[in-house]
């Protein structure tokens, strides 16, 4: 199948472990950035799932410099699992919205010990720009280099009901740039947005035409302290089912190409905020479903991909 596994889709871990020669640790990592769509300069409410983590990151850390927090990752990692590679990956809020020259600080820092092969930058489309794409264009030489775009969907109408602050030509632009200077990108998508089935296949075969290097998938879920919760309280929310869940991704990889990586199909870290759906805080069963569907498909990633 993929990477020499037995998994149906090309899992981002497989293909780091087969690219480097070990398993590839991400080292996640909080510079205390901030986002245009929370501090006011779009809009102050930001996402309707952002919490006050910058959605979904495990990094909580920035007490710490750049350099201690890798070396915390680094020395955890090594004890919990004898990890010998690391990317430094930088996920907490839109993490190239500061001028250049201090990007240029704090991504360095990143890359302070030598048993770091890879760079990872989450960001929003409307936060990059020729000098910051050409700066990180400029890691690819010595990193394994990417930058990952929350998306989360093509469809201008549900950007606008989640309040994403920008619109799918901004991500298209955004994209089409930072493939011009090479750097790998992975695009993170969400079902359960009051899409139907074939809204959500449409972003699967959207992304399958841009060839994206990479894909992350989410269920929506509801954190403690966001809007959605406020909006499930409500009764404004249905969120998916873990069977529905798991067909769905099932179907999206199917039309998405083979060489595109994929680097999450369940969330997880934020058990302690979750409010719906619980089946989220079981990652690795989902996982193993999500297995055992193919398997009784027969199919796999790009099995519908022309
Ligand atoms: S872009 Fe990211 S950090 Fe900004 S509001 Fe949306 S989820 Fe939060």
Not at 29 to 43: K, V
Not at 69 to 95: C, D, H, T
Request: glycine share 8%.
């Amino acid at each position: 199948m993929f990477n020499g596994t037995d998994k149906r889709y090309n899992q981002f871990s497989a293909h780091l472990k087969n690219k480097f020669g070990a398993k590839v640790y991400k080292i996640t990592l909080d510079a205390g950035f901030s986002c245009p769509n929370r501090d006011g300069t779009i809009s102050k409410g930001g996402c309707i799932f952002c919490d006050d983590g910058g959605s979904f990151s495990q990094a909580h850390s920035n007490l710490l410099s750049i350099e201690d927090q890798v070396k915390v990752g680094i020395k955890n990692l090594s004890e919990r699992f004898k990890a010998e590679k690391f990317m430094s990956y930088f996920q907490a809020f839109s993490n190239t919205y500061k001028p250049v020259g201090e990007l240029e600080k704090i991504y360095n820092a990143s890359l302070c010990d030598e048993r770091i092969i890879g760079l990872s930058i989450g960001t929003r489309p409307d936060c990059v720009d020729d000098d910051k794409l050409k700066l990180i264009s400029g890691y690819k030489a010595d990193y394994y280099t990417w930058i990952e775009y929350g998306l989360q969907s093509i469809h201008d109408r549900t950007l606008k009901k989640i309040n994403r602050g920008h619109d799918f030509d901004c991500f298209l632009r955004a994209y089409e740039k930072t493939k011009e200077y090479g750097i790998n990108v992975c695009v993170h998508v969400i079902f359960g947005l009051w899409e139907n089935h074939d809204e959500i296949m449409q972003t699967a075969k959207k992304l399958a035409e841009l060839k994206v290097d990479g894909v992350k998938i989410h269920q929506l879920c509801a954190l403690e302290n966001t809007k959605l919760a406020d909006m499930y309280r409500a009764g404004e929310v249905d969120f998916m089912s873990e069977d529905d869940y798991i067909k769905t991704v099932c179907d999206f990889l199917e039309y998405l190409p083979p060489e595109t990586t994929i680097h999450r199909l369940a969330g997880n870290g934020f058990s302690k905020t979750l409010i719906e759906p619980q089946w989220l805080g079981k990652k690795m069963d989902c996982l193993n479903k999500i297995d055992r569907e193919f398997l009784s498909r027969g199919t796999y990633q790009g099995v519908k991909y022309l």
